[in-house]
Antibody, heavy 120, light 110 residues
Framework: EVNLVESGGALVQPGGSLRLSCAAS????????MNWVRQAPGKGLEWVSY????????HYTDSVKGRFTFSRDNAKNSVYLQMNSLRAEDTAVYYC?????????????WGQGTMVTVSS | QTVVTQEPSFSVSPGGTVTLTCGLS?????????PSWYQQTPGQAPRTLIY???TRSSGVPDRFSGSILGNKAALTITGARADDESDYYC??????????FGGGTKLTVL
């Protein structure tokens, strides 16, 4: 069964750091790009970051550039989102989402999400 | 800044047909934006419905279809059922490894 499981969400103070993980199973991980998508409480979905299948290419939404770093370890079938200088507006459920098998521009498999709360 | 527009809410009768749209604040949506559509119920992760404008994701019933209508992407649901009551999101690929989601449409079936 194809599956993505996020972990690492927590309550953190403004200015703090957090590292999210997403473990993949049930498919050839190194064949797929991956993404992080977040959803603030009561709000819509927001694309956050992309990483290519080899990890050499990353992209970020403007609001997180310079603060977040997306990486992957294909040997461990996992991706990571290092989040620094966290702000209240980063509070959200963070989903990892697989780039589509037939079209990397789609997100075809989603994890269940992990909650990040930035508050003092 | 690019804004992707969706109807905030929509209502459909059971068995009816509804078309949700996905537009741009400036310009037209075309297949080159590779629009995709996602369904989300409260407390759950999104579910992929449609990608590349009109391709149904695995396991998605053919009651769901995607297209370009005029200058917008569209998601049409035919034979609406009670369990179609959800939030629906479109996302457009803006190129250069960047995506923008619409604000979502809350669909009520009643």
């Amino acid at each position: 069964e194809v599956n993505l499981v996020e972990s690492g969400g927590a309550l953190v103070q403004p200015g703090g750091s957090l590292r999210l993980s997403c473990a993949a199973s049930g498919f050839t991980f190194s064949d797929h790009s991956m993404n992080w998508v977040r959803q603030a409480p009561g709000k819509g979905l927001e694309w956050v970051s992309y990483i290519g299948n080899s990890g050499s290419i990353t992209h970020y939404t403007d609001s997180v550039k310079g603060r977040f770093t997306f990486s992957r370890d294909n040997a461990k079938n996992s991706v990571y989102l290092q989040m620094n200088s966290l702000r209240a507006e980063d509070t959200a459920v963070y989903y990892c989402a697989r780039g589509g098998t037939y079209d990397f521009r789609a997100f075809d498999i989603w994890g269940q999400g992990t909650m990040v709360t930035v508050s003092s | 800044q690019t804004v992707v527009t969706q109807e905030p809410s929509f209502s459909v009768s059971p068995g009816g047909t509804v078309t949700l749209t996905c537009g741009l604040s400036s310009g037209s949506v075309s297949t080159t934006y590779y629009p995709s559509w996602y369904q989300q119920t409260p407390g759950q992760a999104p579910r992929t419905l449609i990608y590349s404008t009109s391709t149904r994701s695995s396991g998605v019933p053919d009651r769901f279809s995607g297209s370009i209508l005029g200058n917008k992407a569209a998601l049409t649901i035919t034979g609406a059922r009670a369990d179609d009551e959800s939030d629906y999101y479109c996302v457009l690929y803006m190129g250069g490894g960047s995506w923008v989601f619409g604000g979502g449409t809350k669909l009520t079936v009643l």
